[in-house]
């Protein structure tokens, strides 16, 4: 029997863990956190210091009590969860729940590493330590603080807006964000711009390049110079018929540094930005990959890599890239000012795996290939690039042609950056050039664009809210929760969402102020740096939030969030009205109590069809394999058809079974003709 036990979070580390350790320690997982504060109840003893009152969740009792029993006859536990503030809270309850502390025989250590390679592994053995109480009570001084936030906060929402919504003190602040852009967007003016530009040849050339018009009788144009149609055929007019001579040349050496390796943040963009992925979806891949041993931890704000790593990717460089590619000394970069958790940046454990290499599914090998290449890039010496410009002048005109060459790749060899180049033709100064086409095109401002998951989360990081690793899930819980929509990969608000921010910011500002929010971010920091306490911040918070909870939950006028629509009730035929649940928007009868019919909001419209067998109207539905007809009677009647022209096919085949049909003829009748309005929709079975 072993001697020793680790834990640790998942099933995968610790079948990764185990293949590096020797018979002598059993490798366990406890499946996250173990302890919780209770979901049905505040759980935080405002009145008694902030007290957190954890249990044991349902779903974690089997996995405590296979704990207790894998502790048994062990002389040491190693708690290996993850090692930053998180991992650091699932280490001290793992210790509190099993009751550790009160085993005298047992030697509990804490052991951390950011990647689970062998040598990491034996030497996080060789070197463990105590749990870290300043980074437990930061953990948990953000979480009691999100808990006062959202479970006091939501019900407000659920009284005035409707039951399933929530608040959350980062959740609330990115709301805001994606919903200010939007109104915005809504106050946008667009204003009316006109581009001139100039395809040209050279005289025996046949590849054209474009100038686009830079002067206008001495005077600068930029994108708002030329207003309208009238001025930009005014000067085609007077450039058409001119000579394009080419009356300046400029040519310079540009050195391009690459970026820095992947954090958190710059990781999640990039996934978004270059592999289309959700952030939540890349942090779950990233996940998957360091569980395999294949990258180091993914939770970090530090662009550092260890003086190992740094010695290995070096030597790869000169290996595989040549002399030329690698900088005498590494290249530093400068972590954000409040970065924590200050462990190495986002890299491979083994550079000579390549995508392809990695065990795993598609995304993973992609996700693997975008830290390798980013990896090696950061360590590569800058690209070169040659800019050259051409002035070329026509009558009262000057245009202005651009181009680019890469002379040296640099870092570009390894990186996925585009290298393409956009070479200008070898022109001479006072050559005359052909003017192939002269055109002119009406453009208008845009609005600011809608955020992304990669702008919002870059945003969220600039502005100083939440972390790095809440980004992916506060995202997922704006569009879970309808507060958002995405489209075209674009966030959207929704209605609801606009209601929500609206609330807030009349009557708990503080909660959606992005400048609150960033200093609550900074104090929750000094928590983990011993400079604040547990107990002072949270008392500090609650004292004015209750009392403004309070003051507000009764002043607070409720919100209608029903919309009328042209739907008829199945049951009763009153218009149905569109409401919102926690499901999201669905369609119920108005006159309930007395009509409690409900429908999923995709039945929009009837169909013009009859139930042959009840007499109810058809109504279109949704379902995975698409549209399809089905009677309003549901449950209680279940004649469905996928397609309109199926109603005498179908009847046909329950009369082959027996089944009677009194509407029969009234469907076939409907069947035949098209519906012209929603007014010709009758229910039979009223009438019958």
């Known amino acids: 029997m072993a001697d020793n036990l680790v834990i640790v979070e998942s099933p995968a580390k610790a079948g990764t863990i185990a293949k590096y350790l020797g018979p002598n320690f059993q490798v366990v997982a406890s499946m996250g956190h173990i302890r ?264 970090t704000d530090s662009v550092e890599l260890s003086t190992e790593a740094l010695t290995a990717i070096r030597s790869h460089i000169e290996r595989h890239h040549g002399a030329d590619y690698l900088p005498g000394t590494p290249n530093t970069y400068s972590s954000k000012k409040r970065a924590q958790e200050a462990h190495e940046a986002i890299r491979p454990t083994d550079l000579s795996k390549k995508g392809g290499d990695v065990s795993g599914d598609v995304g993973m090998q992609k996700v693997y290939d975008l830290i390798r290449r980013r990896t090696l890039a950061s360590q590569m010496t800058p690209a070169v690039l040659e800019q050259a410009a051409a002035m070329i002048t026509a009558g009262p005109a000057v245009f202005r042609a651009t181009g680019q060459r890469v002379v040296f790749p640099g870092f570009l060899a390894a990186s996925d950056e585009e290298k393409e180049d956009a070479l200008l033709p070898d022109l001479k100064e006072g050559e005359v050039l052909t003017l192939k086409n002269l055109s002119t095109e009406q453009h208008f401002t845009e609005p600011p664009a809608r955020f992304s998951e990669a702008t919002l989360i870059k945003a969220l990081e600039e502005q100083g809210i939440g972390r790095p690793s809440t980004y992916a899930p506060t995202i997922a819980t704006l569009v879970e929760r309808n507060y958002v929509r995405v489209e075209q990969r674009r966030l959207i608000p929704e209605d609801v969402g606009k209601v929500v921010t609206d609330l807030l910011k009349e009557h708990f500002p503080n909660i959606v102020d992005l400048t609150f929010t960033a200093t609550m971010e900074e104090s929750l920091d000094q928590v983990a740096e011993g400079k604040r306490g547990y107990t002072e911040l949270l008392s500090e918070f609650w004292g004015p939030f209750h009392k403004q909870v309070e003051e507000k939950t009764e002043s607070i006028e409720r919100v209608n969030m029903e919309k009328e629509t042209d739907t008829p009730c199945p049951t009763c035929g009153a218009m149905m009205v569109e409401k919102r649940g926690r499901f999201g928007p669905f369609l119920a009868c108005p006159k309930y109590p007395e009509c409690k019919t409900t429908m999923p909001l995709s039945v929009i419209k009837p169909t013009g069809l009859m139930c042959p067998i009840c007499g109810k109207p058809l109504l279109e539905r949704k379902a995975k394999r698409g549209v399809f007809f089905g009677c309003s009677g549901y449950p209680k009647c279940t004649f469905a058809i996928w397609k309109r022209d199926q109603v005498p096919t179908k009847i046909a085949e329950l009369e082959a079974e027996g089944t009677e049909m009194p509407f029969k003829e009234q469907a076939l009748e409907m069947a035949a003709k098209p519906v012209e309005s929603p007014e010709e929709v009758v229910d039979a079975s009223e009438t019958a």
């Open 36 to 299: 919780d504060l209770p979901s049905s109840k505040l759980g935080v003893d405002v009145d008694s210091a902030f007290a957190p009152q954890y249990i044991i969740p349902t779903k974690a009792k089997k996995t405590v009590t296979s704990l207790k029993n894998a502790v048994k006859g062990k002389k040491c536990v190693y708690l290996a969860t993850d090692l930053d503030r998180e991992g650091e809270a699932i280490a001290w309850h793992i210790q509190a729940a099993l009751g550790l502390e009160d085993q005298k025989a047992i030697i509990v250590r804490r052991i951390t590493f950011d990647e689970i390679t062998k040598t990491a592994i034996l030497k996080a053995i060789e070197e463990p330590r105590d749990i870290d109480n300043l980074l437990v009570d930061a953990q948990q001084t953000r979480r009691v603080l999100d808990r006062l936030v959202g479970y006091t906060l939501s019900p407000v929402l659920w009284r005035k807006v409707y039951k399933g919504l929530s608040a959350g003190r980062v959740q609330s602040a990115a709301l805001r964000l994606v919903v200010d852009r939007e109104r915005e967007r809504e106050a946008f003016n667009p204003v009316e711009y006109w581009s001139m530009k100039a395809e040209l040849l050279k005289k025996d050339g046949n590849e054209p390049f474009t100038a686009s018009i830079a002067l206008f009788e001495g005077n600068k144009i930029d994108q708002l110079t030329i207003t309208n149609q009238e001025t930009a055929d005014r000067m085609a007019e007077a450039v058409r018929d001119a000579v394009f001579t080419v009356t300046g040349l400029e040519s310079k050496e540009v050195r391009r540094k690459p970026s820095a390796p992947y954090t958190t943040s710059t990781f999640q963009q990039d996934a978004v930005n270059k592999l289309g992925m959700s952030a939540k979806n890349a942090m779950r891949t990233a996940q998957r990959l360091y569980e395999g041993g294949f990258i180091t931890y993914m939770r």
